[in-house]
T-cell receptor, first 113, second 111 residues
């Protein structure tokens, strides 16, 4: 079975541009998580969904960030407008309802110039 | 604020030695505890989970949990150069909530 799929794997953009990161969770998993990882702050939870509904978005840094999960097999994280401090690796993870184990995608490395 | 603390390292051990990685957490009602390994440039992968006080062994890895002291550890026996990575401790407090991660400990195993 395929793991969590993220696209793009690398994104380089200029400050002020809109960035959209995409995630396809593992089939059958009902929870989806967006994390951001930097050297300074480590792996931070941004938002998570349960059965496509946002449960906790307290980690979303500010209004420039938004996330959606229109169906069980797709989620997006959008940054508009992007800033250099948004440069990080963004991970998507999913979890089945039967366990606490989260499975991570390969990540998207975002660089904002 | 719920926190998970780890020594950032680097922890350096020779090949064949035991590596000991430690983690403390602030939320007393935490229920589930995990160790993830992350190679440079890769995503975190689960290596151990533990839910009850005591030890849990899986091959060369042993996770230890002490809820009274709010302390979790990971022992790696017969360390190999391929174990060189960053080890992330993660904690889940209540049913349905996400994992909170420590910043990780970097382990270097020299041959």
């Amino acid at each position: 079975d395929a793991g969590v799929i993220q696209s793009p794997r690398h994104e380089v953009t200029e400050m002020g541009q809109e960035v959209t990161l995409r995630c396809k969770p593992i089939s059958g998993h009902n929870s989806l998580f967006w994390y951001r990882q930097t050297m300074m702050r480590g792996l931070e939870l941004l938002i998570y969904f349960n059965n496509n509904v946002p449960i906790d978005d307290s980690g979303m840094p500010e209004d420039r960030f938004s996330a959606k999960m229109p169906n069980a097999s797709f989620s997006t994280l959008k940054i508009q407008p992007s800033e250099p401090r948004d440069s990080a690796v963004y991970f998507c993870a999913s979890r089945p309802g039967s366990t606490d184990t989260q499975y991570f995608g390969p990540g998207t490395r975002l660089t904002v110039l | 604020q719920k926190e998970v603390e780890q020594n950032s390292g680097p922890l350096s051990v020779p090949e064949g030695a035991i590596a000991s990685l430690n983690c403390t957490y602030s939320d007393r009602v935490s229920q589930s505890f995990f160790w993830y390994r992350q190679y440079s440039g890769k995503s975190p992968e689960l290596i151990m989970s533990i839910y009850s006080n005591g030890d849990k062994e899986d091959g060369r890895f042993t996770a230890q949990l002490n809820k009274a002291s709010q302390y979790v550890s990971l022992l790696i026996r017969d360390s190999q150069p391929s174990d060189s990575a960053t080890y992330l401790c993660a904690v889940k407090s209540q049913a349905g909530t996400a994992l909170i991660f420590g910043k990780g400990t970097t382990l270097s195993v020299s041959s």
